[in-house]
């Protein structure tokens, strides 16, 4: 005989506790201290197990039955019902744990293990403190459109929008090693390319001709700075690399005999 909301509302704790049973494997365990436990017996593997679906008042009898179908179902499948609520569990719990910080901290190992610039990894670590007070703590796949752009606003509205267009390119970098190492679903930072302000390109003043060069070079080898920034000025024309690289520079690199600097790309 089928359970009824009336029977179960009047049901009266004794000194043992007792069961009222409903429909396939359904029922309900009656506490001596008046608590009401729904619970539903299945197999599996063959071996007897007991499922605990929730607690009377707050699982209805109308939910009690729709668990314990999604359970049977389960059990039809070959799976474990108790097996499949821990794993669902554990997996909100992984999940949960998964923030941008944590994600993005990873993504920064990666960076120095490649070996990149000392000055790229500092812009890049500079740009992500600012970033983590809003979306730091948040699970990575719970991030939605608008909280990056909050970040990205922020930026705007003090009128960095060089910083805030660099900013979107690394939130989008931190998305995009999450989806390759399983861990995110989609890079929403790729669609705010059109939502910030462009940047206005700057023309900044540059020497074009022989004669305003020679003018500059002259004006090196006659300053009065320190010897070897003199030496690293008259030297640059030459050979037209980063001033970080020329500061790195070290002696294994040239070969005086034949006047070269051996420059490998991976390297720098």
């Known amino acids: 005989m089928s359970l009824t909301a009336i029977a179960i509302k009047n049901a009266r704790p004794r000194p043992k506790a007792y069961k009222l049973f409903d429909e396939k494997a359904l029922f309900l365990l009656v506490m001596p201290k008046g608590g009401k436990y729904w619970r539903m017996n299945y197999r599996h593997l063959g071996k007897a197990r007991t499922l605990s679906i929730g607690v009377w008042p707050d699982v209805s009898l109308a939910d009690a039955r729709e668990r314990r179908d999604a359970a049977r179902k389960l059990v039809a499948d070959g799976l474990d019902p108790h097996a499949e609520r821990k794993l669902v569990k554990v997996r909100a719990q992984f ?151 020329l500061r790195q520079a070290e002696w294994s690199e040239f070969d005086l005999d034949r006047a070269i600097w051996l420059l490998i790309a991976a390297e720098k």
């Open 95 to 245: 999940e949960a744990n998964i923030t941008f910080k944590a994600i993005a901290e990873e993504w920064m190992v990666k960076l120095h293990r490649e070996e990149r610039a000392r000055r790229t990894i500092e812009k890049v670590r500079w740009l992500l403190e600012m970033a983590y007070p809003v979306i730091g703590d948040r699970p990575i796949n719970q991030i939605d459109i608008q909280e990056i752009l909050v970040v990205l606003r922020k930026l705007e509205a003090r009128g960095c929008y060089e910083s805030a267009r660099r900013m979107r390119s690394v939130i989008s970098r931190v998305f995009r090693y999450g989806i390759a190492t399983g861990r995110a679903q989609r890079d929403f930072a790729s669609d705010l390319r059109g939502a910030i302000v462009t940047p206005k390109t700057r023309h900044y003043a540059a020497i074009t001709t022989p004669k305003r060069a020679g003018e500059l070079m002259l004006a090196i080898q006659n300053s009065s700075g320190h010897e070897i920034t003199r030496l690293a000025f008259r030297m640059t024309p030459h050979v037209f690399v980063r001033p970080g690289e």
